[in-house]
Every structure is written in C-alpha cells, then in structure tokens.
C-alpha cells in the first residue's frame, strides 16, 4: 500500500510538472530549454570579462558560474582539463595504426662518432665464430671500443643542448607533436611572412581589416589591443584616406575626439631605454650621491665642530667629577684611620 500511495504521489507530481511546463509553454512560446539557452553569457561577453581571452573556450558558456570558470582557467599555474575529456573514444585510440619511429640519438652526442664505432663493433662480433664468442664470454677483454674520453667530456660538458621539454601544467593530448607552436606569436605583431601574403607594402601598408575595425570597432576579445589607425597612431610616412596604401579615417565623435584611443598621437610619450631601475633615487632633499653645495658644507662642518666642543665639556665635567669623589673617598679612609 505504501508503495502504491507512493507511485500514485508521484505521477499526480509528474503530471502537475508537465501541466506547468505546458502552461508556461503556451504563455510564451518557449520551453525550458529555450530560456535557459537565452539566458546564457555569449562567448564574445565572456571573453570581454576574461583577463586572457584565449583560454575561453565554447562551452565554458554553459557552466554554472561562467565568469568564475574563466577567472580561474586565467588565473597563473592553473592545470587545464585534459582536452579528450570530450571524445567518445579511448585515449590514444588514433595512434594504434602508427608506426613508432626508431630512437635517434641527440646530436651532440652523434657528433663524437659513437656510433660508429659500435656499428663497427656489432660487425665484428657477427663475423665471430661459435667458439670465439663462447672463449669471449669465458675470458672477457675490456677497452675493446677505443674512445677519446676528451672527446666524451666536451659533449657532455660543453656542447650539450637542453631537450624539448613541456611546460608547467602542460599535458599531452593525442596529436599534440604535429601542433605548430604559437608561444612566441602574440596579436597586432605581423610578422614579414604574414605581411608578403596579404599583400601589404613593407611596414607603412595597412591590413586589408583595418577599415572594418574603423567602422565596426576593436575586436571584442582584445579592446585594450594598440591598434595602428584604430587605437594608436600610424606609422612615420603613412597618410590617413581611401587611396592605394591609405589609412582609412580615423573614428571620431562629433567633436573630434578619437573613440577608442590615442589615434592622432596627441598623448604619445617618448620612449626612452630608461628602466624602473635606472630611476634617480632621492634622500632627503638631493639625489643618491649628489653633492651639496658650499653653504651646506660649511654649515655641516660648523654643527660637527659644535658637537665636538659640547663632548670636550661634558669630558671636562666628568672628570672634575671624578677628582672630587676620589678626594672624599680619601678623606674618609685617613679619618677611619686616626679614629683607631
């Protein structure tokens, strides 16, 4: 009975549920499902709140807490998910085909010629007969591979070359030695390979997407990005218009003023090769080994000469002092005497 009164409970909720679903599903059109989808963060949002764009990914919008996500995926030493936590296969399921190539020895140490001489060495061996290899194994002989220990020490020691290692929290995935690596690229840096593709001249040519970023604006997931013709000015040489080699127009608003940075290069500071550690350090009212002038001088030797006259009095006091306490300390003894 129980478990009767139990089922039954349960439907009639089922049923209410369902009911509830349908009347909120006539009064707007949607389902669940669809509000839920609206009310998820877009992933252009969710990498203008990140502090490094790149590390968001397409379905970090459907986290319960998504800015909280990223901030911690941006945040420093911080190990990501392994990315074949999505796959339906087994890990490493497309490399069971592959040949796995032979070791190679690293180059410093191929170049001593080692292995050489045991390739020469394998030969002779094979070229042995039974009865010399069996006499071998009874009587072995050393030094048999004549090798220069110089030679061994100078690659060990001084031609050695560090192996290619992975980073701090970096895991391996499937297919990962075939991935160019992007560690030394960052965005706005053109390099001379990318500039001859796109047809750009030299360093005073524009890119082809600098007149829709003039219209459209910065990209959403770099606002803060130094732009040239954009956010920063243009090179020495260019020219701001529509013709061949142009910078396009500058975004302005109805005064003039640039909307997404210094464009005209009106706030542009020198740069100089001065570092934060190059800077003057000030004590008291001069600078760090500056020296004063001649007034401050000789007031510096008058308060010295102060200060030694005021410690020749006080020596002076003191050994007064002291004469009149030994004088005292002598009369009471010579009186103590002539009283026994």
């Known amino acids: ?41 877009q992933i ?3 990498k203008r709140v990140c502090e490094k764009p ?31 936590w999505s796959q339906k296969r087994a890990f490493l399921a497309g490399k069971r085909g592959m040949e796995k190539p032979p070791f190679k020895l690293p180059t410093f140490i191929e170049a001593t010629g ?17 009865k010399s290899k069996v006499k071998d194994t009874k ?14 020490h100078d690659a060990f020691f001084k031609f050695q070359t560090k192996p290619k290692m992975t980073k701090m929290g970096d895991l391996y995935f499937e297919g990962k030695e075939y991935e160019i690596s992007l560690g030394d690229r960052k965005p706005g840096n053109l390099s001379d390979e990318l500039k001859a593709a796109l047809g750009i001249d030299g360093n005073n040519g524009p890119p082809p997407w600098l007149i829709n970023m003039q219209r459209y604006g910065p990209p959403p997931a770099y606002p803060k990005l130094p732009i040239p013709g954009l956010s920063a000015p243009i090179p020495e040489g260019a020219q ?8 396009g127009k500058p975004p302005v608003d109805e005064y003039g003023r640039a909307l997404y940075g210094d464009v005209f290069g009106i706030n542009a500071t020198k740069q100089t090769a001065r570092t ?4 003057p350090i000030m004590k008291g009212e001069h600078f760090f080994g500056e020296l004063g002038s001649d007034d401050e001088e000789s007031e510096s030797e008058e308060e010295s000469e102060d200060e030694e006259e005021e410690e020749e009095e006080q020596d002076s ?15 009471y003894l010579g009186n103590t005497s002539h009283s026994t």
């Open 1 to 41: 009975k129980e478990n009767e009164e139990e089922f039954s409970s349960s439907s009639s909720s089922d049923e209410d549920d369902e009911d509830d679903s349908g009347d909120e599903k006539a009064n707007d059109g949607l389902t669940r499902k669809q509000r839920k989808e609206m009310k998820r963060l």
């Open 44 to 46: 252009a949002d969710l």
């Open 54 to 84: 790149e590390v968001v990914e397409i379905w970090d919008t459907t986290a319960s807490d998504p800015e909280f996500l990223v901030y911690i995926k941006a945040s420093r030493n911080a190990v990501p998910v392994p990315r074949h």
């Open 114 to 130: 080692i292995a050489k001489l045991r390739d020469s060495y394998a030969e002779r061996e094979e070229q042995k007969s039974l």
């Open 139 to 152: 009587t072995a002989k050393l030094g048999r591979i004549d090798i220069d220990y110089q030679v061994m």
């Open 240 to 247: 701001f218009g529509y013709h061949p080699g142009g910078w």
């Open 276 to 279: 934060k550690y190059d800077e």
């Open 317 to 331: 006091n003191f050994d007064a002092e002291s004469k009149a306490a030994t004088t005292l300390v002598f009369e």
